[in-house]
């Protein structure tokens, strides 16, 4: 016979069963899909990099740099910056 | 500072470094004052504050310290504001336009065609058993990553049915559906990640339905799954995703443009790639986001990690 500590576990278990999502084989459900898409991008503290205007062309910048009496700040990686990880 | 004191700009050094004109000659010309000379071909790879003149100020590889950054800008302007005025007022270096560009390290989005933003997150479960963010460590996937799909004029214009019905259910045309999934259903949280392969497609069903077909709109479903494996028994696989897809597409007939492109992918995920070290052991939850890219967005040419080989990116 299972005791009553048991009995909760097992409640307890199969409410969160319950409740639990797309476990690996199941479909997405189209209840979740908004919260799961933003749930994905990127959190607005992962964007703070973006408030600065980067540009994405060397010559461009080089340019401007010279017209503006500025240094070039190039953030330069194996896989754009903007587009890659 | 970066934004105010700098001209800020951005670079993959797998094109700038292999570049043969004017751009890439420069971009090696400053490299080569400072530690990374990129010998045998190597990655030069590095955060560079140099002039418009080609002369470098400083150097770091350090993107991920902030701190460390921060004193290195500073330092690259007390280098810059040692120069005579005479070399840092506005308009003393003249760069005149290029008038060649390597085609072979340049990309540009195809014409005519549609850019999504793709996202990737390690995502885990909560205490009730639902999807949550997974806790990594700085640089070992605690942040979503971020890449381009290019879909060209003839990719986009095949998800469109001629004389769609409400109900109708069209397989998604195969060179989409291969390049989303050997070039986006990827884990990318750490670094560049390794694609798969043709043969690592064991199973890939994806579809649309159309949901609503009036004069002016038509909505479509996707649906579908994606097993992804290095070795034909998945459970045998050193490197695999699993996934789920689902995703809602509207189209306006009368712009002739797609203005909704939202898709989700979720599975286990296992295994990494030589620049994608430190994944999560066993298999793990992987979600990937797509959407329209913004057009006005800084960052919309840019071009797909996989564009590199663009041939195979965009392959029929």
């Known amino acids: 016979m299972l005791s009553r500590r048991t009995w909760s576990a097992l409640v307890v278990l199969a409410i969160c069963h319950g409740s639990q999502t797309l476990l690996a084989g199941d479909a997405i459900s189209p209840d979740e899909f908004d919260k799961l898409h933003a749930l994905i991008k990127p959190k607005p503290a992962e964007e703070k990099w973006t408030e600065i205007p980067w540009m994405t062309g060397l010559w461009q910048a080089r340019q401007r740099a010279a017209a503006e009496g500025k240094p070039i700040l190039l953030w330069e990686m194996d896989g754009h910056p903007l587009g890659c990880t | ?316």
């Not at chain 2, 559906?177 to 798969?196: K, M, Q, S, V, Y």
């Open chain 2, 1 to 316: 500072m970066a934004k105010e004191e700098y001209v800020p700009v951005t670079g993959d050094d797998w094109y700038q470094r292999r570049r043969e004109d004017a751009e890439g000659e420069f971009f090696r010309r400053v490299a080569n004052q400072g530690p990374r000379k990129g010998d045998g071909g190597g990655t030069r790879q590095g955060i560079y504050m140099f002039t418009a003149s080609g002369k470098l100020l400083a150097y770091k590889n350090a993107g991920q310290a902030p701190e460390v950054m921060r004193d290195v800008l500073r330092q690259g302007l007390a280098e810059w504001k040692k120069l005579p005025a005479a070399q840092r007022r506005p308009g003393a270096v003249r760069v005149e336009d290029v008038d060649r560009l390597d085609r072979h390290y340049v990309r540009t989005p195809p014409a005519g065609g549609l850019i999504l933003s793709v996202f990737a997150r390690a995502l885990d479960r909560d205490e009730h058993g639902a999807l949550c963010d997974a806790s990594c460590k700085v640089g070992g996937g605690n942040e979503a990553s971020r890449d381009h799909v290019w879909l060209t004029e003839a990719d986009w214009k095949s998800l469109v049915p001629a004389d769609a019905q409400k109900g109708d259910k069209i397989a998604l045309p195969r060179r989409v559906a291969e390049r989303i999934a050997r070039f986006h259903l990827i884990d990318n949280t750490r670094g560049e990640p390794p694609f798969w392969r043709r043969e690592d497609i064991r199973t890939l069903d994806l579809g649309l339905t159309v949901a609503e077909a009036t004069a002016d709109r038509l909505r479509l479903r996707l649906e579908g799954s994606a097993l992804l494996a290095t070795d034909p028994d998945a459970s045998r696989a050193e490197r695999g995703y699993d996934a789920r897809l689902l995703g809602y597409l509207s189209f306006d007939r009368a712009r002739q443009r797609f203005d909704h492109f939202d898709v989700v992918a979720v599975g286990q995920h296992w295994g990494e790639g030589t620049y994608t070290r430190g994944a999560r052991p066993g298999r793990t939850p992987l979600g990937i986001a797509f959407e329209l890219a913004a057009v006005d967005a800084g960052d919309a040419n840019v071009p797909p990690q996989a564009a590199r080989e663009l041939d195979a990116y965009l392959a029929q």
